[in-house]
């Protein structure tokens, strides 16, 4: 595992864009899987400008995120796709057919996940993972529990995972109470894992980093996965 840190926000982002960007230009037709949140925008808004500029060209790239709420559709603001859009999708010139969420409309939950999981086999796997971290160790929406979800899942979020998403809804009854997620088994099938974590987080990523690797702080899972990039910004 190697840590970088950084003392800002726009470090951060500026590396964890140049480890993304050159697993674009190494491998122009990769598989990328991504996530949402707060700690990716910049990264997404360096890879836009490096694409608008002819550094990058997403043209063959494709894509797999991790989660989606269930019940919102695309069009949703709050939906993960509708992040997406706003923030990558639309700033970079990859096929729209070649990105992939899991849908979180589907009207059988089990059949989706298991779509998505074969979905993301038939394309090969991710070549590079990105992830962020949730204050209690999630990744995905693998919030702490007594094992590690293997697949592609139908969760029920926690309060806490809640509370801190309620920042982004209009009000807290506005969050969805479940969402699709990868499994750590999915998460685990990249073959370059990065992991990106803003100041606020020093605390959860000294556990899963140094702590016991246990289901109670899904990240410390990572530390069996033979290449795993963390980011870490400490102001
Ligand atoms: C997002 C995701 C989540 C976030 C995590 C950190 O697709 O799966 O695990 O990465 O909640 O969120 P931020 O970056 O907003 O602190």
Do not use: W
């Not at 991710?126 to 592609?152: K, M």
């Amino acid at each position: 595992m190697r840590i970088i840190e950084t003392n800002s926000y726009a470090e951060m982002s500026r590396l964890a864009a140049g480890i993304l960007g050159a697993q674009v230009l190494l491998k122009p037709d990769c598989v990328l899987g991504l996530a949402t949140g707060s700690s990716p925008i910049g990264a997404y808004a360096r890879l836009a400008e490096d694409c608008a500029a002819g550094l990058l060209d997403f043209s063959q790239v494709r894509t797999v995120n991790l989660d989606e709420y269930v019940g919102l559709g695309p069009e949703d603001p709050q939906s993960y796709r509708y992040f997406m859009e706003q923030n990558l999708f639309s700033r970079v010139n990859i096929l729209p057919e070649n990105t992939h969420l899991p849908n979180g409309c589907a009207a059988d939950l089990p059949a989706e996940c298991a779509r998505y999981e074969a979905l993301i086999d038939s394309l090969g796997g991710a070549d590079l993972q990105l992830l962020g971290i949730g204050h209690n160790g999630h990744i995905g929406f693998n919030e702490p529990g007594p094992d590690f979800p293997r697949c592609v899942h139908p969760v029920a979020l926690t309060e806490s995972t809640i509370r801190a998403n309620s920042r982004l809804f209009p009000r807290i009854e506005d969050v969805p109470t479940q969402a699709l997620t990868m499994g750590i088994g999915t998460i685990l099938k990249a073959r370059r894992i990065l992991l990106i974590a803003g100041a606020d987080k020093g605390d959860i990523i000294h556990r899963a980093l140094f702590g016991p690797i246990t289901p109670q702080v899904p990240a410390s899972v990572l530390q069996l996965h033979p290449d795993v990039t963390v980011i870490r910004a400490t102001a």
